[in-house]
């Protein structure tokens, strides 16, 4: 996956035309597109391989089943061209592992908490141990919660370098003032002050390391 902007774009839609649109208008501003069931379960798989004529895709699938069942999800997942999956980690090691080894070279995020308040009595007290399950399995990262940015610091003292994909930004029970309602150009300008469009190349020029601050490796995830 691309890594300039550190933005990603969730679709949270429905409609095949309006996804493809909105990954048109925007695909110079972020560096990826996460696509979830609603829109697969409206479209078919088709509309993955479409949009990834355009960018990087992310199926946000948050996969959780037995290791079989996990290994042909995920194998449908990157036949479609896309470049990294969404799973679950409670499912167990074995299950993690094996969507991990059907990728084809794609990237692996293990779900370590998600961002809605219910995720802080369910999930969050897991959450240590799936980031480290995470590691163990060589995923390419994980994902935690925009909305609990402490969370996200935390966790980033788990899993080092790998990525951290934070969703939650600009979400519904926002009140409806969010990113998702900036225009392409806004989302550029709102990049951390000081830092150039490569994160990475940010981190080596000033001697930082890619680990000491919760904003690197880390890509937010906008709704629209």
């Known amino acids: 996956m691309r890594s300039r902007t550190r933005l990603i774009l969730a679709l949270d839609v429905t409609e095949e035309s309006k996804a493809l649109r909105l990954a048109a208008d925007t695909r110079d501003y972020v560096d ?14 088709g509309v993955v391989e479409k949009l990834a004529k355009t960018g990087d895709v992310i199926c946000d699938f948050k996969v959780a089943d037995i290791p079989n069942t996990n290994r042909l999800i995920v194998d449908q997942v990157f036949r479609r061209h896309a470049k990294g999956v969404i799973v679950h980690g409670f499912v167990g090691e074995d299950s993690v592992r094996a ?17 809605h308040p219910g995720a802080e009595t369910w999930n969050a007290p897991i959450a240590d141990d799936l980031a480290r399950l995470a590691v163990t399995v060589g995923a390419a990262g994980i994902v935690a919660p925009a909305t609990r940015p402490e969370r ?7 899993v080092g370098d790998r990525l951290i994909l934070a969703p939650g930004a600009g979400g519904p029970d926002r009140g409806g003032r969010g990113l998702h309602h900036r225009r392409p150009c806004d989302l550029r300008r709102r990049q951390p002050e000081g830092r150039g469009r490569e994160d990475h190349a940010g ?21 629209r």
């Open 152 to 158: 996200v610091k935390h966790l980033r003292g788990i």
């Open 203 to 223: 981190d080596r020029e000033s001697g930082r390391s890619t680990s000491s601050s919760v904003t690197d490796r880390t890509r937010i995830s906008v709704r």
């Open 99 to 115: 969507c991990v080894d059907a990728t084809k070279g794609g990237d692996v995020f293990v779900v370590a908490e998600m961002s």
């Open 32 to 45: 990826a597109f996460k696509v979830n069931y609603p829109l697969v379960l409206a479209r078919g798989m």
